[in-house]
């Protein structure tokens, strides 16, 4: 049974800072490329960062040089580091596992496909 639990969600005032955490059971998680995903009320869930099994990453463009992934894989854990916190940043954060990047046509870049595996959610709140 996949379990991604999340932490380290709060409030937080804009330009402030916060670290989410993900812990991984039920997968063998060095063999599983992760992403963070966020829902803000009455807007699509969309994708913030992702990380490869070897370390290559993936920033939503509103994200990029304000937050960054990484993974400790004796830990079993990804994190997100936010800084330079904005309002627009609230939302409630997910976990996911089982996804794969892939190279886009488009862009000729790859971009971080979810998998199946979410976890239940962390609430971010920057108040301006």
């Known amino acids: 049974q996949v379990q991604l639990v999340e932490s380290g969600g709060g409030l937080v005032q804009a330009g402030g800072s916060l670290r989410l955490s993900c812990a991984a059971s039920?997968?063998?998680?060095?063999?599983?490329?992760m992403g963070w995903y966020r829902q803000a009320p009455g807007k699509q869930r969309e994708l913030v960062a992702a990380i490869s099994t070897g370390g290559m990453t993936n920033y939503a463009d509103s994200v990029k040089g304000r937050f960054t992934i990484s993974r400790d894989n004796a830990k079993s854990t990804v994190y997100l580091q936010m800084n330079s916190l904005k309002p627009e940043d609230t939302a409630v954060y997910y976990c996911?596992?089982?996804?794969?990047?892939?190279?886009?046509?488009?862009?000729?870049?790859?971009?971080?496909?979810?998998?199946?595996?979410w976890g239940q959610g962390t609430q971010v709140t920057v108040s301006s």
């Open positions: 996911n596992a089982g996804g794969e990047f892939r190279l886009s046509s488009v862009t000729y870049s790859y971009t971080y496909v979810g998998g199946d595996y």
């Open positions: 039920g997968i063998i998680f060095n063999l599983n490329a």
